[in-house]
């Protein structure tokens, strides 16, 4: 791909080649990740690429969630959304809004997020967008679980069950159980709850979805101990312990020893429970220092993008200062073009040419005033193409009358001095003739031509 990317010539195949590239870049590189991404934003907004400037929008916003800097998750999904609210691509726009919420929902404000979970839906009802159909029942369903709105919770969850077994996808099927066997649990349905957080794990581990494994085996432990079966609480926590360990997730480890460290205590088993009041310390405070170090590096990342953006903008600086001074170029030459029209009619040319060169002349001129004024006409009319056109149509029918009396009066100006030029050459002629016989008086029989 960087190959792909150094040997590339057409710029908006640069923009997809970077964010394509930086996407695969995410979890290895985020740093260098995001500046490949903002220089594709960058590039795409320079030519006016608007779908590559939005997938690099989208890129941006899912390395900064991914990340943890939310705030800045939320600010490229909101610059995406302004682009995507007027290119009516109701996929595009239906994602925007469910990653919004997503970001919310990072954020625990889940008012907002289910907000933006109802915007998308609405938008994936009415355009029948189904390769969404099921991420925004999940999520929502997720959003109503969190609010303990368990009617509304177990509604969603149970249209995206269905969802997922149409697709027979084991990840979704999984997932969505897990969340039905969270509203059994907290509906005090036991053996449904048994049930669902079973087959939960059984099509997670098909798909090796460790992540939501362990959520779905932490909360088999919690409806075990709510009924007393400590034996099976302790396994299905230490069963979620373990995967979050080796699999490296902090977060659902810290929630697993927690448990762990409460249930421990509750059994008056001091060294397991002193082992993980030990285990919660550590993790703690090594999610805290990742949080530290996040914070430099969001700094860093920060500086570098600014320099970037320094970088770019002094190519703009240049770029239309090169277009301030062809516009002087052509300022200077328009006047200098009919000037040497004018010299040119103190000699024998054509007038067919005199006509050709002031009808260039015009248009030139035309054009110029065009690339002039269209910025402010734009803005004046506020973006409105009628209104435009009238204007710059009513400049024109001001320039060409102009135009035909300039060239009427450049045409009569070029026959009388023709005439006088005709004159003078007839005298110059005649004197010539005279100075002739004089010196020739055997030729004083001829006449003058």
């Not at 923009?15 to 991404?37: C, D, F, G, I």
């Not at 066997?181 to 997670?204: E, G, P, T």
């Not at 010299?343 to 050709?356: E, G, N, T, V």
């Not at 029918?397 to 100006?413: D, F, M, N, Q």
Request: aromatic residues 10%; proline residues 2%.
């Amino acid at each position: 791909m960087r190959t792909a990317l150094t040997a590339e010539k057409t710029d908006s195949n640069k923009v997809n080649q970077m964010w394509q590239l930086a996407v695969e870049l995410t979890n290895s590189k985020p740093e260098e990740a995001l500046l490949l991404t903002q220089r594709s934003l960058l590039l795409a907004q320079k030519i006016k690429y608007v779908a590559g400037e939005s997938r690099a929008l989208a890129v941006l916003a899912n390395t900064f969630l991914n990340l943890g800097n939310y705030p800045k998750a939320l600010e490229y999904n909101l610059q995406r959304l302004k682009i995507e609210e007027k290119r009516n691509i109701p996929t595009n726009l239906a994602s925007v809004l469910m990653n919004t919420g997503i970001v919310y929902v990072m954020e625990e404000d889940y008012e907002n997020a289910l907000l933006y979970y109802r915007k998308s839906d609405s938008v994936i009802q009415q355009y029948q967008v189904a390769d969404y159909d099921y991420n925004i029942n999940v999520n929502k369903g997720d959003v109503f679980d969190k609010l303990n709105h368990l009617d509304s919770a177990y509604h969603y969850y149970y249209r995206s069950l269905q969802i997922a077994r149409e697709q027979q996808n084991d990840d979704f099927t999984g997932a969505s159980m897990t969340g039905l066997a969270h509203y059994y649990r907290k509906s005090n349905l036991f053996d449904s709850a048994a049930q669902y957080y079973h087959n939960a794990i059984h099509h997670l581990q098909k798909a090796n979805d460790d992540l939501i494994t362990c959520e779905a085996a932490l909360g088999l432990a919690k409806l075990f101990q709510q009924y007393a079966k400590s034996d099976s609480a302790l396994f299905y926590a230490s069963y979620s312990n373990n995967i979050a360990r080796k699999s490296g997730f902090a977060s659902e480890q810290l929630k697993s020893s927690d448990f762990l460290k409460t249930f421990y205590r509750e059994q008056r088993n001091i060294d397991s429970a002193f082992h993980y009041y030990n285990t919660v310390l550590v993790l703690n405070d090594s999610i805290n220092n990742k949080n530290r170090l996040r914070d430099i590096q969001f700094i860093t990342i920060n500086e570098q993008m600014r320099q970037l953006q320094l970088e770019e903008e002094k190519l703009a600086a240049k770029e239309e200062r090169r277009q301030q001074l062809q516009m002087l170029f052509i300022a200077i030459f328009i006047p200098g073009f009919f000037l040497i029209t004018l010299l040119l009619s103190r000699i024998r040319i054509p007038i067919r040419l005199i006509k050709i060169m002031g009808i260039l002349s015009l248009l030139i001129f035309f054009e110029f005033l065009t690339l002039l004024l269209h910025p402010t006409v734009k803005e004046f009319t506020h973006h409105t193409p009628v209104f435009e056109i009238m204007i710059f149509v009513g400049i024109a029918a001001v320039l060409i009358p102009t135009h035909h009396r300039i060239e009427h009066w450049l045409i009569e100006k070029l026959l009388r001095n023709r005439e006088r030029l005709a004159g003078e050459e007839q005298k110059i002629r005649i004197k010539q003739s005279k100075i002739k016989l004089q010196l020739n008086p055997d030729d004083k029989n001829e006449k003058p031509e």
